[in-house]
């Protein structure tokens, strides 16, 4: 009964043997697939004319899906005749040997949502010598730079989504073949692997994206560049590809000290970014402690970044920016509270405990004590008084943060949870074990709600926290 749409087509202007496949959520428009291939075409140099792509929709017969459907709810057909799509999919993908998935919107990707576009890929990449290029429509890709020049929190949150993707939690419009999938994939590699793949491939493809847009923008010697370089590198920075943010941060420098001069704000911005990446380059930006940072690194800290030019990076940006705007802003603050987080990682905790309540100081006075920021900094020193073993000290600062985080974020958010376990820690070691229980506790009550018992920051504590 029928046919499949390619099935109709004649001459090899209109169809031919399958150089790529594609991999979508049926949700997407018909006009942003014909615009992503195209684009797809014109970004590789290739002809659209002799470019065939495999579309499911249009290379299945779906008057035969519908009808062995149709069959098999009345009890014509047995189960086993019906299409199989699981057989269809894994000879395409191993016969064509090129997979696009595609990405839209950017911001909120339906086919992270959708079991089979995760089941896809996922056969893609375990497929020997099958390529895979993750593409998405131009108008998706204009959006996503207007994030970038706006603030990124767009970019920001799509990085969170990643790494939340499950494909446990995945939809598909015929519950048989969702739970079909879910079971394949159980009894292979197992939910935790698949979606650990997924997010790594799909955390590449925005690094790569994010770069494209750099290296594709044009008037690059001013200082509307050195802007997207720097809130890039930032994005790049803070989502661990720390590599990929130097790069571009030092061209951002490099255009700031010819075009803008070595007292621009912008210079003093991009040097403390370059001290950032090279602060989390050496240490790795969940590290426990400096000394296990020293036996795990010590061959590379050259080659990767080390203590002492992160320092130096802060340093220079202060010593410029102090006579500049005077000592009373935002910008000076700032890079005495990193100065004092690098000096913490390192065990100097004194002269961190200096830096820190330099930061303070002006953090209240430009500031006010009830802003987030300052916060930040009552916890900094809290912590720094903890490793110095002042527990009452210590006690006395974070009890000041969680008061303000109450009243500015609520009783049940997560950072308050956070405070609530670093309260817990400071109690346990003063021996207060009761005390620590009941912290610990409330840190539990509120984090396993709000981020699940799964979540990789239920309930860790607050670290020293540098400020962007």
Known sequence: MGAAYSHCLQGEDHVGEATHMLSYSWAYSIGDIVDTLSDFCHQNNLDPKRTYIWICCLCV??????????QQKSGMIAPSAKVDFFAIFGERVKKIGHLLAMMAPWNAP?????????????????????????????????????????????????YETLGNTKVEN???????????????????VGYSVLNNLVND?????????????????????????????????????HNGEHGAAMKLH??????CETVLGKNHEETLTTNQNIGSVLQKMALGKNHPSVATTYCNIV???????DYEGAISRFEEALAIGSPVWGKDNIFVMKMYNNIG??????????????????????????????????VTMYNNIGLVLQEMGDYEGALSKQKEALAIFVSVLGKNHPDVAAI????????????????????????????????GDNHPDSALPFGSQRLD
């Open 61 to 70: 017969n779906q008057h035969r899906v519908v009808e062995n459907s149709t």
């Open 110 to 158: 339906v086919y992270i949502t959708r079991v089979w576009c995760i089941f896809e890929i996922f056969t893609a990449h375990g497929t020997d010598g099958c390529k895979m290029d993750i593409v998405m429509p131009p108008k998706e890709k204009e959006s996503l730079e207007e994030d970038v020049v706006d603030d990124g929190e767009g970019i920001y949150a799509l």
């Open 170 to 188: 995945a939809q598909a419009s015929v519950e048989s073949d969702r739970l079909a999938i879910l079971g394949e994939v159980e009894s292979d």
């Open 201 to 237: 491939l799909l955390r590449g493809w925005m690094q790569r994206v994010l770069t494209q847009l750099v290296e594709t923008r044009e008037n690059t010697n001013n200082e509307d560049y050195v802007d997207f370089c720097n809130e890039i590198g930032d994005i790049l920075n």
């Open 250 to 255: 030092q061209t951002a420098l490099t255009i």
């Open 299 to 305: 061959g590379v800290l050259d080659d990767m970044g």
């Open 341 to 374: 987080n690098v000096l913490q990682e390192m065990g100097e905790y004194e002269g961190a405990l200096e830096k820190f309540e330099e930061a303070l100081a002006i953090g209240l006075r430009v500031l006010g004590k009830d802003h987030m920021t300052v």
């Open 420 to 451: 609530h376990n670093n309260i817990g820690s400071v109690l346990y070691v003063m021996a207060d074990f009761e005390g620590a229980l009941v912290k610990f506790e409330e840190a539990l009550a509120i984090e396993l709600p709000a981020l």
